[in-house]
Each structure stands twice: as structure tokens, then as C-alpha cells.
């Protein structure tokens, strides 16, 4: 197979300027031997594969070499079919070594449900020289149903120091609270009008409201972090204002407080002169909640 493939190799550069009727016919062939249906014939290989010598598996990976990009994405439809750890692993890094190739092939593949195989693939991604890209791709796995994968992202975006809040803010409410808290912490470090609108519009919402104690408090602790005069209207709204989620049985307690909280955390002049009319209040419920916020 092996020899056969490179000699069609070899016929379509010595083709091309004397007999270039042949090419399409060379190029539609090795299209074609890269199709799902034709690579499925490999299935039983891939569990046999620790088995083989090394030569052999050098022989079986310089075959599937030459095969065309499009072959990674037909592997990939086969992949979950593979039992063998050992033969997913050298499935994957061939599947990878075919998206470096192509880039709408590793596009493709990434949304796939396989972890092991996607994680594999975002070193693919992670190398490549266009950071921009790698970022989008990155941010189009962060979605991801398998958390493993949308950790690994999440990781690099870190790294990477990445700003595109509005796609990192979704990463808030996801059902990892390791990555919840993750992305809490890196928000924070932000002073930033976009996550401080960000947040504001999402804790205007009944979904916010709705939340856990411990998410609610994280919201209005990133709001501390990343906020500025604008929020202080909203802001004193809630520290002086009627109870908060009521319906929901949490009560106003936890937006009090987080709302003195935040405004702790701003520190403006204007913030802090807000929260000094916390500290003098005759209201119980206020006082109190100024003294949970500062430590007072």
C-alpha cells in the first residue's frame, strides 16, 4: 500500500506538465480512499495495534500519511468505535497530525463528543501559528460537554491573558464549579466597563435572583472588582431598597450584603461616600449588612 501510494505521488508530479488531464483523476482517486467508508475497513486493526513491532506500526502510520486531510475527519468518525486505549491514543495523534494539515478539518473535530480525542486536538490547536484563530477555536470548544475539555480551555484563555469577556462571561454559570470559580477569579482581576455591564444586565435578570447563595455572592464580588461609579445606582438600590428574590426564598440578606460588598470593593470617593450612609443607618438590616461587607 505503502509503495503503491507514493508511486501515484510520484506519477502526479511528473504528470503535471505533459499529461495534466490525469490530475483531477490522481486527485479524485486519493479524495476518495480518504472517506469514512473506506477507511471503516481499519476498525479491527486499531485493537491489534499493540501488538505490532515497531517497524510494522511505522509501515501502518507512513501508509495513513499519505492519505489526504479529510482522512483525519473520516477517522474521527470511527474513533468512539475503537475500544483499545493504546489504539484510540495512535488514532488521535493521527487524526491530529491530518488537522495541522487543514484547518477546517480540526474545526470540525473539535465539537465532537470524544474527550480524549478533543483534548489531544487542542494541542493541535494550541501550536498553531495564528493565535487569533487559536483563540476563536478555543472559545468554540468552551461549550463543550465534557468539562475536562472546557477546563483545558478555559486554562489556555488564562494563560493567554485573554479580554474577550463576553464569551468568557458565559463560563460563569457553568455547571463545573471548579471552572465557576476559575473564571470568577480571573474576571476579577479586570477593572473593565464590559464585564461591569456584563454583570449588571445579568443580575438584572430573574435567572440571576433565582441563583445559589454562593453564586450570587461571587457576582457581586466580581462586580466589586471590575465595577466603577456607574453601578452605584444600582447598587444603593439594593442595599437601601425592598427585600430582593423574595419569591425565591433567599430573601435580601445575600443582595445586601453583597451590594456593600461591591461597593466596599469600588472604592471610589462617590463609592465610598455611598457606603458611609450604610455605616450611619438606623435601619438594623443595613447596619448590619455594612458590617458583614467592611468587617466591622
Known sequence: AYVMLTNLNDLRDKFKEDKDWAIPVLDEFFQDIGEAEILEVLLPIWPKLPTYDQNKLKAFAAVLQLLPAKAGESLAMTFSQVESEHGRRIMADLIA????????????????????LVLRLVKVLVALPDEMVAERLLYKIISHPKESVRSKALDILIERESEYFEKLFLLTSDPSKEIRDKVFEYLGEFRSKVLERLFRDYMATDRFQRQEKDHIEACYVALGKCGSDDSIEMLEKILYGQAWNFVAGLG????????AMALAMIKSPAILKALAKAEKSSAPHIKK???????N
Do not use: C, M, N
Open 97 to 116: 497530525s491530518f488537522v495541522s494539515r487543514d484547518r477546517q478539518v480540526l474545526e470540525t473535530i473539535l465539537v465532537r463528543p470524544e474527550e480524549d
Open 289 to 295: 449588612s455594612w458590617q458583614k461587607a467592611t468587617g
Open 252 to 259: 435580601a440578606t445575600v443582595h445586601r450584603i453583597g451590594a
